[in-house]
């Protein structure tokens, strides 16, 4: 099975560090969903495995990764925690600007831009990065579904999202014209 991408392991990484930009005015989802995402990036950094546990308990089973100019299929949840418990990637700071966490229904979705100092394998995948990540919320907890994230100044692909198991069902394309 392929390993995904440095890079795009960075993104994912970067994209799910987050803090509360105002936490006086941010509601308890939102804190909820920030701390998420914070987690995640702490797990990256510190490889704590308290945390670590604690974020593969709020990824949905069937979480997907994708990096839009990667030129491999993205990483599943088994995959992105096998790979930071591996060792490879190492992320030495995260930064972040300012971020969106918008909540519709039991939907959220979290984007922002930040940068990160990290290597994969010992090569140097730092950047600036661009993501969203979603969120369902079940039972009363968040659960982490999706995410996208890219290196700013990277080159979309035009590949498929996802070229090997586990993917979403795929639907026929279509034209419009006249």
């Known amino acids: 099975m392929k390993s995904p991408s440095a890079a795009m392991l960075l993104s994912l990484s970067i994209a799910a560090a987050l803090s509360v930009s105002s936490p006086a005015s941010a509601g308890a989802?939102?804190?909820?969903?920030?701390?998420?995402?914070?987690?995640?990036?702490?797990?990256?950094?510190?490889?704590?495995?308290?945390?670590?546990?604690?974020?593969?308990?709020?990824?949905?089973?069937?979480?997907?990764?994708?990096?839009?100019?990667?030129?491999?299929?993205?990483?599943?949840?088994?995959?992105?925690?096998?790979?930071?418990?591996?060792?490879?990637?190492?992320?030495?700071?995260?930064?972040?600007?300012?971020?969106?966490?918008?909540?519709?229904?039991?939907?959220a979705i979290v984007e922002g831009v930040n940068t990160g100092r990290a290597t994969f394998a010992g090569t140097d995948v730092s950047g600036t990065f661009a993501w969203v990540d979603v969120f369902e919320k079940r039972d009363g907890q968040w659960m982490w579904l999706f995410s996208q994230s890219g290196k700013v100044g990277d080159r979309l692909s035009d590949r498929d999202a996802c070229s090997r198991p586990p993917c979403p069902a795929v639907h026929a394309g279509f034209s419009v014209g006249r």
């Open 29 to 107: 989802d939102e804190e909820a969903l920030a701390k998420i995402e914070h987690d995640f990036a702490e797990m990256q950094v510190t490889q704590d495995p308290k945390t670590l546990a604690r974020v593969a308990g709020v990824m949905d089973e069937g979480f997907r990764f994708v990096d839009p100019a990667s030129r491999d299929a993205g990483a599943s949840k088994a995959q992105l925690l096998g790979l930071i418990g591996s060792g490879k990637l190492v992320v030495e700071s995260m930064e972040f600007r300012p971020f969106t966490i918008q909540i519709f229904g039991s939907t």
